[in-house]
């Protein structure tokens, strides 16, 4: 089973005057299939993690594996495809490009992937925006979606190359209860039909209840929470 593992991380950031660490010695196995929130007060550590966990930023101390591949060796771009397959990214503001449409969005990870097959990757993006409900929407741009539309266009871009981790920081925070209900379930949906791992960074505890594990950051550590 594909596993990502993050190994006695800390990260601090200096500047000038100080250094400020925010993650002490954290360790954290996310499993193919499996979800996990993310929790802790503004300012704890949970966009830090995420970026750490991706390989997008080099912690202090520690190291993360997928499998025993190690993600945070110096040599960033070594890893830069493999990242990109295996990882999708979701945000609270859901950075589309606003001159391609939804569709046009989600075929440039198929670019970046070098995946030249093009009708099976048009396949894999209309039968995600199916499952999204966002097929008639195909050839809008981002500015003609409303915020629930754009963030299901944004998730069909993070998901269509069918990723084996999907990432998401504050996907639900741009979001009325009710887009935000609808996330939460499509989100926990796809990761059962992908057998996709999930890692969500959230403000948002009703969310997080609904995953298999629930971790917070405090005082730069993490600890599971029970969550029942
Ligand atoms: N590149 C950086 N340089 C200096 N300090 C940073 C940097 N990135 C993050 N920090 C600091 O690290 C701490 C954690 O930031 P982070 O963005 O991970 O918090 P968060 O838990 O995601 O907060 P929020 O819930 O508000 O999104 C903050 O104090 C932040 O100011
Ligand atoms: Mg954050």
């Known amino acids: 089973m594909n596993k990502l593992q993050a190994k006695n991380i800390s990260m601090s950031f200096a500047s000038a005057q ?13 499993d193919e299939g499996q979800s996990i929130a993310i929790i802790g007060s503004s300012g704890c550590g949970k966009t830090t993690l995420l970026q750490i966990l991706a390989g997008l930023e080099t912690p202090s101390v520690g ?9 945070s ?9 493999l990242r990109s397959s295996l990882f999708g990214f979701v945000y609270q503001f859901h950075y589309l490009l606003e001159d391609l449409t939804i569709f046009e ?3 440039l990870t198929f670019q970046i992937l070098q995946s030249k097959d093009r009708a099976a990757n048009h396949q894999s993006i209309l039968a995600i925006f199916e499952e999204l409900g966002i097929s008639h929407l195909k050839d809008h741009y981002p500015f003609m979606l ?10 069909a871009r993070a998901v269509a190359h069918k990723p084996t981790f999907l990432l998401m920081d504050e996907p639900t925070g741009n979001l009325d209860n009710e887009n ?3 996330i939460q379930e499509l989100t926990i949906n796809l990761s059962k039909k992908l057998n996709m791992g999930i890692i969500v960074a ?10 298999d594990d629930v971790y917070k950051i ?5 600890h599971r929470i029970d969550n029942e």
Request: net charge negative; charged share 25%.
């Open 18 to 30: 100080h250094t400020v660490d925010v993650l002490a010695d954290i360790s954290l196995v996310l």
């Open 63 to 71: 190291k993360v594996f997928f499998n025993d591949i190690n993600l």
């Open 73 to 81: 060796a110096n040599n960033k771009t070594q890893f830069t495809q």
């Open 105 to 107: 969005n989600c075929e």
């Open 146 to 155: 409303s915020g629930g539309e754009r963030q299901r266009a944004a998730i």
């Open 180 to 182: 935000a209900a609808i």
């Open 202 to 211: 959230t403000h948002d505890l009703d969310y997080a209840k609904q995953l």
């Open 218 to 222: 405090e005082n730069t550590k993490l």
